[in-house]
């Protein structure tokens, strides 16, 4: 093979490479992309819980304290009926302590319904916190291993970058000036050939290039896409 094709196949196995690991170190893969948006739901959801546990507990403190206070005007207003000096002064204790029993029943129903509330909330989180503990350890487990991956594919990376810029100097300018704008076009420069067909556009060359890239005396291009194409070394030799 013509050194130039060679060296220009070289460097389109080089940049491939090299593309594919860009790609890879990123964009997070899909298993830990999916733990950590199933973790960030599940923290939603313990915020979401804390804030209900939070307003429960501070509203059960009020309700407590309203009931003693009502408690204590409901004991007075007793106090008060066996004091009264006439019948109008005794409907008015009456009505002042069935006003304070309404009140009172309302409050302990109410602070029952709290505390159950704050019983089940805390006992729902209580289940969420081993259930983000475990999930946690999952996404620190697959983030190690992600990285772990990413850090080895950066040195790999780092020494297909040298070889680049090693073996990119050997070739002709125009010929790499004229690579570069393809790749810009098409996913691949440089291809195979397929038969008598250009792998980069499927179009049937002359025969006579077709020879010429078999040979590999010369750099032939295809005279539709402009793609470099060379010719695969025979194996079944």
Known sequence: MHLDMENLVKLQNLDSEIASLEKFVSVSPSDLMEKEAKLEELHSSLNSLKTQLQDA????????????????????????????????????????????NTTIANLATRKNDLEKTVKTVTEELSSFDNENETLQKEVDTARTSYEKSVSSSRDKL??????????????????????????????????????????????????????????GNTITKCLNCGCYIYSMPDTSK
């Open 57 to 100: 507990t501070d509203e059960l403190t009020t309700v407590k304290t309203e009931l003693d206070s009502s408690q204590t005007l409901f004991e007075g207003a007793e106090v008060k009926k066996g004091n009264v000096h006439n019948s109008k002064e005794y409907e008015a204790a009456l009505k002042e302590i069935d006003y304070l």
């Open 158 to 215: 780092n020494k297909l970058q040298k070889q680049r810029d090693q073996l990119a100097p050997e070739i002709p300018k125009p010929i790499l000036s004229k690579y570069a704008r393809l790749l810009k076009k098409f996913p691949l420069a440089v291809v195979p050939l397929e038969g008598e067909f250009c792998s980069g556009c499927s179009i049937q060359l002359t025969p006579q290039s077709v020879v010429e890239v078999r040979r």
